[in-house]
């Protein structure tokens, strides 16, 4: 590291300095500094794209603001992409926007989630992005850069900043960068794209707006309905019950997923298990003062537990079926660890999803 900074004297990089506290004086950056996007640098992404400059991507019906093809560029530059990353990056913008929420408020919630991207196919090998061991950290600039420049574009295209349009009461880490790809050589299962009516050999990106994560550590069994019930019980934590209903991403570590296929668990059979299984009893739910008997719970709806309770059933399920859920396989296989991420309410699309550019033929119909 002395050296590279040693080194860092032959070259004049006061001018680069200046650029970069120019875009933090314009208020560009998410808090760390951001590469400045001259105009050649931005050229360099639009090249890699067919679609032209100024094409709308998408339009924010409740803050009256466009997203343009150049304006994701430059933002994607300021991320520290790489020029080849920007299909990519425009697949994650459209998948976010495929899922739903965006044009509902959910950017804005006072929950302060952000966007999962998931990368499946060819292009997770061919542009390096992580999907093994800290699978959710840093150290990958192509994970890094990727998430980071959707949230780049939220804020400085859409204008969803925190303390202005962003009402986020303490948000989340994710909302930097929250970009992983699906580990699919060690999955026992087929990928999620191929469950989603892609096929084996296109590049994707699917989406999910997640507002928090939550470590799934079980080294103690190896018995798939150990393992699930201790999923379950995380999906349906106290803390994560807002409403009548949930729904779960759950990414499942290798080590997990391989011994909960080696005892005959299709992923259809986990999805299953988990809708049947993410229950609580009103006796943990009154200590939390989630129990709501006799009493409406949010938008007037009837909490589920007030349900239970006049039915004379002291368990309580958040699930409404295998389709609340979506299952991936990441990380290293090294130890007991999966995730449980929850996703902020109920947009159209479970989860959102498009084509990497460049990849073959088209998508299966949805």
Partial sequence: MTEAVAD????????????????????????????????????????QTHRGPDEVIWRMPQVYRSCTVQLAAVNAAMAGCKPEYFPVVLAALEATIDEGWPGTGGWQSTTGG????????????????????????????????????????????????????????????????????ENEEESPWDPLHVDLGFRADQSTVSAMHVRSCEFVDNRHTAKAEHILGDVADTIVRTGAILGRRLRSLVILGPEHAQAIASQGFSKADVRAYLAEHATRRLRDLRPAGKDAVNRTWQGGMAHPAAEAAEAGDDRVGFLQGPDELVVVVAGARNAGVSTVCTPLGFPPHLPGRALVEGSPAAPAPR
């Avoid at 004297?9 to 400045?36: F, M, N, R, S």
């Fill in 8 to 47: 860092t004297t032959k070259v004049d990089v006061e001018p680069l300095i200046e650029a970069i506290e120019h875009c933090y004086e314009q208020g560009w950056t998410d808090g760390l500094p951001v590469v400045p996007p001259s105009p050649g640098l931005v050229e360099r992404f639009l090249a």
């Fill in 114 to 181: 952000g966007p999962i991207h998931i990368v499946n196919g060819p292009v997770r090998i061919e542009h390096g992005f992580n999907s093994t061991g800290n699978v959710l950290g840093p150290g990958f600039r192509p994970n890094a850069t990727v998430g980071r420049a959707i949230r780049l574009i939220i804020m400085n295209v859409y204008g969803i900043r925190p303390h202005e349009l962003d009402q986020s009461t303490q948000g989340t880490p994710g909302k930097y960068a929250l970009c992983i790809a």
